[in-house]
């Protein structure tokens, strides 16, 4: 049996964030059909944890959505080269001021794959020690720290206030005892 097959994509945008493009490609039955693809860095998140039961969340204004929430720290992949890892952890320095002294990958995932290839990274931060932040933007200097209990995740998350897919899984994986992957 044949597979898909992409035979060409064509630049319609490029940005400081990410690109947009066109795709053409055949289908197993010879069907040649176009997507919009949305090419991204990818990204990284953290769950850091003040202790086995709290974890250290952000409260920031999301333009896209014209409002605040409330989220584990993460960034965009923005340094050419550098390690998923070395990411993580500048971004919980930068944003809630802490540096881990353990920081396991617990999940892998892609965001929005019907349009996207962004692939976030989750990390859990352990034995956390405080250091200075590095705000980076206007939202990040408005943005607030806030310390949520891992046994409040579950109604946090049916009463919508936590709604964003990063920290849904991330504290969820840390709050079951997630196990590192490679």
Do not use: W
């Amino acid at each position: 049996m044949r597979a898909f097959r992409k035979l060409s994509e064509e630049r319609l945008l490029a940005t400081h964030l990410f690109q947009v493009a066109e795709g053409r490609f055949q289908s197993p039955g010879g069907e040649n059909f176009t997507r919009t693809i949305i090419h991204h860095p990818g990204a990284v998140a953290v769950v850091p944890l003040v202790d086995d039961r709290t974890a250290l969340l952000v409260r920031q204004y999301r333009a896209a959505l014209d409002r605040e929430l409330l989220e584990i720290p993460a960034g965009k992949r923005d340094v050419e080269g550098e390690a998923v890892e070395l990411t993580a952890a500048r971004e919980l320095e930068e944003e809630v001021g802490r540096r881990a002294e353990r920081m396991d990958l617990v999940a892998r995932f892609f965001n929005s794959v019907g349009i996207s290839d962004e692939c976030t990274h989750v990390f859990v931060a352990r034995g956390l020690t405080v250091v200075a932040t590095n705000l980076q933007g206007i939202e990040e200097n408005h943005m607030t720290t806030e310390e949520v209990a891992l046994a409040d995740v579950p109604g946090l998350i049916a009463a919508g206030e936590l709604a964003d897919a990063k920290t849904i899984i991330g504290l969820t994986l840390a709050a079951g005892g997630a196990s590192t992957i490679s």
